[in-house]
């Protein structure tokens, strides 16, 4: 049977603390590629609500990548992959 890996991958403050990551098992890559459009969009809402810049979650290859200012610096990118259990 396998199930999919949300991998989660945050940068707290910036480059100065460096990334922070977050795993979740999930049963399908269906149920994975749901929970991370939502994680984007609740990583977004909270960025919004703290910074004066824009917050935008756009696709990178297969990966969804949160991404604020004019200049696109990444907050957050989140990944799905297949695992065996």
Do not use: F
């Not at 049977?1 to 999930?26: E, F, H, K, Q, R």
């Not at 004066?52 to 989140?78: H, P």
Request: with cysteine; aromatic share 2%; charged share 15%.
């Amino acid at each position: 049977m396998s199930g999919s890996l949300l991998v989660v991958i945050t940068y707290l403050a910036g480059a100065s603390w460096g990334p922070a990551n977050s795993l979740a098992l999930l049963p399908s890559l269906l149920e994975c590629t749901r929970s991370r459009v939502l994680v984007a969009a609740s990583i977004q809402a909270v960025a919004r609500s703290n910074s004066t810049t824009s917050v935008e979650v756009i696709e990178d290859g297969d990966d969804v990548v949160v991404r604020a200012g004019a200049v696109g610096r990444e907050m957050a990118r989140l990944s799905c992959v297949t695992v065996q259990k």
